[in-house]
């Protein structure tokens, strides 16, 4: 799942580029940690309304873009 990552003073912000989920931490990996929990916690309890094949199974951030 691809994400963008930038510096907002002396926080790294980190966003999904499919989803409307960010997150920030004090360090670039800090920031992608905290958006990775974010995109399973997303994930953990959404209700199916699509085909179990269209669902992520274990999404993971994949590409970085700063």
């Not at 699509?50 to 199974?57: G, N």
Request: charged fraction near 20%.
């Amino acid at each position: 799942m691809p994400a963008v990552v930038w510096k907002e003073g002396r926080l790294f912000m980190a966003k999904t580029l499919s989803l409307e989920l960010a997150s920030q931490g004090k360090t670039q990996k800090e920031a992608l940690a905290n958006l990775q929990e974010a995109v399973d916690l997303f994930f953990e309890n959404e209700p199916v309304k699509i085909p179990s094949v269209c669902i992520p199974q274990n999404p993971a951030i994949s590409h970085i873009y700063a």
